[in-house]
C-alpha cells in the first residue's frame, strides 16, 4: 500500500515564508538618491544623472549637476537593512584647493528593518557652495569603513542644460 504524503497548509506557508525572506542578517546600504525634496520619506525630482556609490560604480561616469539658480537644498537619502539598530553617518564635504574640508556630520538611527529610509539635506546658497560636494556614508559601529561615496558638482548657471562634469 502506497501513502500519499499531503502537505498542509500551515507547512506551505512556513516553508514558502523561509524560502522567499529576505537575508538581512548584516547592515547595508542598497539604494541611494539625490533629489530636490523628501515626500512621504520618498525622494521627489531627482538629480540628473543620477548619483552613484563610488565604491560600486564607474568612477567615470557624469556627476549629478545641482543648479543654484533654481535649486536652494539637495537632499541625500538612502534605503538600508539593519538586523539591528544602529547609527549611519551623512559627512557633507566640499573641494577645496587643500583637498576635501567637512561641511556637515549628520547622524542617523536606524532601526530594525529590512527597508529603513534615511536621508540628510544640504541647503546651498549661490557662490557660497560652488564646487565639488562628496558625502561619505559609514556606520557608528565602524566609522573607517566607507559604505558609499556619493559626490555631485554645485554650479550657478542660467543655461539649465549645462554640462555635468566628469568623476
Not at 556609490?53 to 568612477?59: A, P
Not at 539637495?74 to 566640499?94: E, L, M
Not at 573641494?95 to 576635501?100: F, L, P, Q, S
Request: hydrophobic share 35%.
Amino acid at each position: 500500500m502506497t501513502r500519499t504524503f499531503i502537505p498542509s497548509p500551515f507547512l506551505i506557508l512556513a516553508t514558502c515564508l523561509i524560502v522567499t525572506s529576505p537575508s538581512w542578517g548584516q547592515t547595508e546600504l542598497f539604494e541611494v538618491e539625490l533629489a530636490r525634496n523628501i515626500v512621504d520619506r520618498t525622494p521627489i525630482s531627482p538629480y540628473t544623472p543620477i548619483v552613484y556609490c563610488e565604491k560600486d560604480k564607474n568612477r567615470d561616469a557624469p556627476l549629478p549637476v545641482i543648479n543654484t539658480t533654481s535649486d536652494h537644498q539637495v537632499v541625500f537619502w538612502n534605503r538600508v537593512t539593519s538586523a539591528t539598530p544602529q547609527i549611519f553617518h551623512h559627512t557633507w564635504h566640499k573641494k577645496t584647493n587643500d583637498g576635501w574640508e567637512p561641511m556637515a556630520h549628520i547622524r542617523l538611527k536606524v532601526q530594525k528593518s529590512s527597508s529603513f529610509r534615511i536621508w540628510s539635506t544640504k541647503e546651498i546658497h549661490p557662490k557660497l557652495h560652488l564646487g565639488e560636494w562628496m558625502i561619505v556614508v559609514s556606520l557608528d559601529s565602524e566609522p573607517k569603513e566607507v559604505l558609499c561615496i556619493a559626490r555631485f558638482i554645485v554650479e550657478q548657471s542660467v543655461n539649465t542644460n549645462s554640462h555635468s562634469l566628469k568623476r
